[in-house]
C-alpha cells in the first residue's frame, strides 16, 4: 500500500458511514438558490445607494454626490483643489467622459509620467461592500485604475447593485471583458510589521462622484 493509498483509507475510515445521497446535496444546493436573500448579508441601509456610500465610506472610499452628468467637471475641480493638486488629469477615452466640458482642465487620454489623478467610469457600484466594477476595453485602459495616485471614478445611481452576485448575472448578459476589476476602497497594506501603508498596491485614494440622474 502506498502512502497516498494510506492517506485516503484513513480519511475514508473517519468518515461517517453514512452520506447524504447525492440528490439530497443537490437539492438542498437548489433551495439556496431558489431564494437567495436568506443567505445574503443584509445591506447596511434600506437603499441601495445609501448602502452604497455607508460601505464605501466606512473603508476610505470618499464621495460627492452631483445631479448630473455635465456637473462632473465641477465635483473634479472640487477635488483637485481641495486635495490642493493642479487642475490637471488623465481622462478615460470614453465618449460619456470626454464629450463634457473640461474647459480650465487640462486633460489628456494617457497617464504622464508622476500624474497623480485618473478619472475613469465604473460600470456598477455593490451595495454590499462599497465596490465598484470596472471593465477593460478599446475606451477604457485598465492602467487608469492601477497607477495614480488619486483614482476617481464616475457612477449612475441607477447602476448600483445590491450583492455582488447581481453583478455576476449582469456580466453572464455580456460579452466577458478582457479584465474585470472589483474595486473596493483605497489601496492598502499592513503586511510590513503591522503598520498601514497606504497606496501600497495601486491608488491611495480612491474618489466616487455618484451621478443621480440616468443619463
Known sequence: MTARDRILSAIRAAL???HPAP???AAEAMALLADPDTSRPRLVAEGLVDAFILKAEAIGTTIDRVGGTEAVPDAVRRYLSGYGLSLSLALEPTPALTSLDWTGLDTGTT?????????GKAL???????S???HSGADTPILLSFLPLHHILVLRESDVLSHLED???QLAARPHPRNAIVITGPSGTT????????GAHGPGFLHVILVASAD
Open 16 to 18: 461517517p458511514q453514512e
Open 23 to 25: 440528490d439530497a446535496i
Open 111 to 119: 497617464l504622464a509620467p508622476d500624474q497623480p489623478v485618473a478619472l
Open 124 to 130: 456598477w457600484g455593490i451595495a454590499e461592500s462599497g
Open 132 to 134: 465598484m466594477i470596472v
Open 167 to 169: 453583478y455576476a448575472a
Open 191 to 198: 503586511d510590513i510589521e503591522g503598520s498601514y501603508v497606504r
